[in-house]
């Protein structure tokens, strides 16, 4: 990727990925009026410029320039190939014996949960699916797809996944403000209306979190739960990627009833991991997971959607009162 940009003018540069702008501001390089000039001569010119003054040497510029537009090109990924099932083959429990199943199929418009102790294998599943492994992760798994073995693109997909992870995963939009984030996101998916997908998508973070945020808010001055509900509401309206993994939502601090409404889509496969029986009970089927492997597959029934109607109910209490308490207000 470096020999491919190096001697690349800005201007081409630009023109092929128009991100690459984010990181010529971060680092204050000016390209304006330098558009016919190579990249590498731009930032030897920057570095010399400098002088004393300088921090970094051309080679490190070219190395995180490269490195940027790599993350954002693997960010912005788009897979329009649809999944229309997923199976999952037997690997071992954590004690190497193996697991009792043959084969689970997913398929598209289902929602499976994940339940078991903690600690017994519950996001390492989620991780297995994420990775489409192939017998190459601790518990020796094999995923396929659409009944086969997944090409390579699809691994290492970030689009795949929804355990936001901001602070991990997003430094290289460090930079941007929220809107800016969401105009270069929308702007990738779509042709036109960006502006309008931006203001709903803020306002959806905004109905999951418990302060408001701008539009003009610093992505990295979000706290913990209000990213979150940005990427919970980013990939709700934005992402097309065709399955969907949910890590404990509950303990995001956010409205998780809300945040399920945005997230459950009848086109995907979603699987989300909980310890909450509202979550739990959410989902089609539930995986049983102990001891590192899926000890039972077990069909939510009509009874059990009953006690999920009670259970949202006391939930929506639950919630009332938290919020309460967290205004301050007392509860007699
Ligand atoms: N089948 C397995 N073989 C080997 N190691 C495993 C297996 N399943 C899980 N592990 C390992 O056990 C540890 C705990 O698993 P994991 O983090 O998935 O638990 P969890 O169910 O998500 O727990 P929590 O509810 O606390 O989030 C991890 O290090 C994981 O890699
Ligand atoms: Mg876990």
Redesign the pocket.
């Given at each position: 990727m470096i020999n491919e940009i190096k001697n690349q003018t800005v201007g081409a540069l630009l023109g092929t990925y128009p991100f690459a702008a984010v990181y010529f501001d971060g680092h204050h390089v000016d390209t304006k009026g330098r558009e016919s000039v190579t990249v590498v001569d731009v930032f030897s010119d920057f570095v010399t410029a400098a002088g004393e003054d300088a921090v970094t040497t051309a080679d490190e510029l070219l190395e995180g320039l490269s490195e940027h537009v790599q993350q954002m090109l693997l960010f912005l990924a788009d897979d329009l190939d649809t999944v229309r099932s997923l199976n999952l083959l037997p690997?071992?429990?954590?004690d190497g014996t193996p697991e009792n199943f043959t084969n689970i199929t997913i398929n598209s418009g289902e929602t499976i949960c994940i339940v078991?102790p903690?600690?017994?294998?519950?996001?390492?599943?989620l991780a297995d699916i994420e990775w489409v492994a192939q017998g190459d992760t601790?518990?020796g798994r094999t995923v396929l797809l659409n009944d086969q073995v997944p090409d390579r693109k699809w691994r290492f997909s970030p689009t795949h996944k929804l355990v936001a992870q901001l602070s991990q995963n997003m430094n290289f939009v460090m930079d941007l403000t929220v809107e800016e984030f969401l105009e270069m996101h929308a702007e990738s998916r779509l042709a036109d209306n960006v502006s309008d997908v931006v203001v709903r998508i803020i306002d959806q973070a905004n109905a999951l979190a418990g302060e408001s945020f701008a539009p003009t808010t610093p992505i990295t001055s979000l706290s913990g739960g209000q990213s979150r509900a940005l990427m919970i509401a980013d990939t709700a309206i934005l992402s097309r990627s065709p399955i969907v993994l949910i890590d404990?939502i509950e303990n995001a601090g956010i409205d998780r009833q809300k945040a399920l409404e945005l997230l459950l889509s009848e086109e995907k496969i979603v699987l989300m991991?909980t310890?909450d029986p509202v979550l739990a009970l959410m989902g089609g089927r539930r995986l049983i997971?102990a001891n590192?492997?899926i000890e039972a597959v077990i069909e939510t029934t009509e009874a059990e959607r009953v006690i999920l109607k009670e259970l949202a109910v006391m939930d929506r209490r639950m919630t009332d009162l938290r919020n309460r308490l967290r205004r301050g207000e007392r509860l007699e």
């Open positions: 690997g071992t429990h954590k078991g903690t600690g017994s294998g519950k996001s390492r599943l601790p518990t404990e991991a310890h997971i590192g492997g």
